[in-house]
């Protein structure tokens, strides 16, 4: 069950990033460009769930399922929120992003385990990953830290945006402001199916994924119907999926 909703999840996110991306090629926006590269982190994070449960998990599988899932992805997802608001302040965050991300992927290559990983089910990044780790004299920050500001910062800014979205629209455009919701909901699951499985439900977390995927989907395209009246800030959420839907 977990890997048939694993292969769902990634399936979707895969779709959702091309789509994005032909979204990006026709019209140039910035949110949709780091949007797309956000969800194919979100789809390469997944198809390596698939190969850790499919065929047993090796260093390189769950590496590369931590760190496109838990360092690189809910940043950039932030990034783009924030190029939806403002295309300037979004170029400057992607560029923090972009040097986060760079870290964060050494750190996540380059960390020992602390422990071996498990023959089944999904591993725990505080199972085989320390908050630090030494390179000779020279003690530097590991993937649980970079995780963990990841998680809770970009959480805080999607979060936000979308909900002050929501508020701001519900009365004038409530498509628009569903759809927000939809993502906040798609941005909650993943992060309650994390918690979850640190709790001892390794089940949760693909449950979560693929709902957390259809979720920001859903949104995503309820958002590309609505639109949102001349020069309202708002407008900002609507942004990524009107792209797609030549809007």
């Known amino acids: 069950m977990d890997l048939a909703l694993a ?12 789509e994005l991306y032909g979204s990006w090629r026709r019209r140039r926006r910035l949110h949709a460009e780091i949007w797309s590269v956000a969800f194919a982190a979100y ?28 360092i690189a992805n809910i940043p950039l997802l932030a990034a783009g929120s924030i190029a939806l608001a403002s295309e300037r302040a979004g170029r400057v965050a992607l560029r923090v992003v972009t040097l986060w991300i ?20 999904i591993p725990e990044g505080s199972e085989v990953f320390g908050f630090t780790f030494a390179i000779d004299a020279l003690t ?23 909900s ?24 909650i699951a993943p992060a309650l199916g994390g918690s979850l499985t640190a709790l001892g439900e390794s089940s949760a977390l693909a449950v979560t994924l693929a709902i957390g995927i259809t979720l920001l989907w859903w949104g ?27 809007g």
Request: aromatic residues 14%.
């Open 164 to 187: 002050l979205t929501a508020f701001r629209m519900w009365n004038a455009n409530r498509r628009l402001a569903v759809g927000n919701l939809l993502i906040v909901g798609g941005m």
């Open 43 to 70: 789809a390469l994070a997944t198809w390596a769930l698939v190969a850790g449960l499919a065929l047993g998990w090796t260093s390189f599988s769950f590496r590369t399922f931590y760190f496109f899932g838990a």
């Open 220 to 246: 995503y395209h309820m958002a590309s119907g609505a639109r949102p009246l001349q020069g309202d800030v708002s407008r900002a959420h609507d942004g990524v999926g009107g792209d797609v839907a030549g």
């Open 140 to 162: 530097l920050p590991g993937p649980r830290m970079f995780a963990a500001i990841s998680g809770a910062l970009g959480t805080i800014v999607v979060v936000a945006l979308s």
């Open 102 to 121: 760079v870290f964060g992927f050494f750190a996540t290559y380059l960390a020992p385990f602390v422990a071996g990983l498990p023959e089944s089910g």
């Open 7 to 18: 292969i769902i999840a990634a399936a979707i996110a895969t779709w959702f990033a091309g």
